[in-house]
């Protein structure tokens, strides 16, 4: 599928995967203790705390849905 043909929000997330991915690459492995590890791998786990500017932007219409 060309750039063209997919929706914005389609485009914006795969470029956003893209973008996050690029540094990951460049990196060196890192290597945890297996309790650091833990403690990594749940704060990834653990749930957003909603505030309200969190509450604001996930309401807010996309700018280009503006």
Do not use: C, G
Request: aromatic share 6%.
């Amino acid at each position: 599928m060309h750039d063209n043909e997919r929706k914005p929000s389609e485009f914006m997330l795969q470029s956003s995967e893209v973008a996050a991915i690029k540094p990951l690459t460049k990196s060196s492995v890192i290597v945890l203790e297996d309790e650091a590890y833990d403690a990594f791998i749940a704060a990834l786990n653990a749930p957003v705390e909603a505030n309200a500017r969190l509450k604001e932007l996930m309401v807010r219409l996309p700018l280009w849905e503006q």
